[in-house]
């Protein structure tokens, strides 16, 4: 099925131990993003990208990096993870401008440092 | 820092009322607004967008727009316990790739 997919769906990570959360899309979407949600919070923007070789921080980009080798995939990476990095990872994509479409979302990454 | 404002309840409303769920934006250069709902433990789904001052139904929902408030707002009629999720507000933002800055979100209870 088109869509977002995102992978692992869930992860448990020991403080200090890195690791990548994948994003891939099969729409041919130009524009990807990672938000972040914690409890009873909104999602914040990690990082953006509008096409592939071209990146750019949002709003909570500190722990976190992104890379954009294709328009498919867009992969984010923690290093030396933090108990503050405890939190659910959506990625999601759009078409040029999202017009009246919005985002399309992956199902999310639920991931737990401890 | 461009905000988006929502209380965030509960909001608890009978099976078959009329929800009302409220927005405010800081940016007064905002554009596109949205409004997604979240089940627990789901990703956010779309359920309306707006660009104009005014009214834009689909079904049972409403979103009404008024830029000189700063203020958007999405009404659900006949309001079914399948409606029970917590509902986000976004605003669109040019600057940042078309990246949605996203409010805290407002809580909905549909009581049988």
Same mark, same amino acid.
């Given at each position: 099925?088109? #869509?977002?997919? /995102? ?8 403080? @200090? /131990?890195?690791?990548?959360l ?14 972040? !949600? ?12 509008? +096409?592939?070789?071209? *990146? %750019?921080? @949002? ?10 080798? *294709? *328009?498919? %995939? ?18 999601? &994509? ?5 017009? @009246?479409? $919005?985002?399309?979302?992956?199902? $999310?990454?639920?991931? *737990?440092?401890? | /820092? ?6 965030? +309840?509960?909001?608890s ?18 554009? &596109?607004?949205?409004?997604?709902? /979240?089940y627990? +433990?789901?990703?956010?789904?779309l359920i ?5 001052? #005014? %009214?834009?139904?689909? $079904? ?9 408030? !700063? ?8 309001? !079914? ?21 996203? @409010?805290? $979100?407002? &809580? ?5």
């Amino acid at each position: 099925n088109a #869509g977002v997919t /995102q992978t692992p769906k869930f992860r448990i990570l020991k403080i @200090g /131990q890195s690791m990548t959360l994948q994003c891939a899309q099969d729409m041919n979407h130009n524009y990807m993003y990672w938000y972040r !949600q914690d409890p009873g919070m909104g999602l914040k923007l990690i990082y953006y990208s509008v +096409g592939a070789g071209i *990146t %750019d921080k @949002g709003e909570v980009p500190n722990g976190y990096n992104v890379s954009r080798s *294709t *328009t498919e %995939d867009f992969p984010l990476r923690l290093e030396l993870a933090a108990p503050s990095q405890t939190s659910v990872y959506f990625c999601a &994509s759009s078409p040029r401008w999202y017009g @009246g479409y $919005g985002y399309t979302f992956g199902s $999310g990454t639920r991931l *737990t440092v401890v | /820092q461009k905000e988006v404002e929502q209380n965030s +309840g509960p909001l608890s409303v009978p099976e078959g009322a009329i929800a009302s769920l409220n927005c405010t934006y800081s940016d007064r250069g905002s554009q &596109s607004f949205f409004w997604y709902r /979240q089940y627990s +433990g789901k990703s956010p789904e779309l359920i309306m967008s707006i660009y104009s001052n #005014g %009214d834009k139904e689909d $079904g049972r929902f409403t979103a009404q727009l008024n830029k000189a408030s !700063q203020y958007v707002s999405l009404l659900i009629r006949d309001s !079914q316990p399948s409606d029970s999720a917590t509902y986000l507000c976004a605003v669109g933002r040019p600057d940042s790739g078309y990246a949605l800055n996203f @409010g805290k $979100g407002t &809580s909905l209870l549909v009581t049988p």
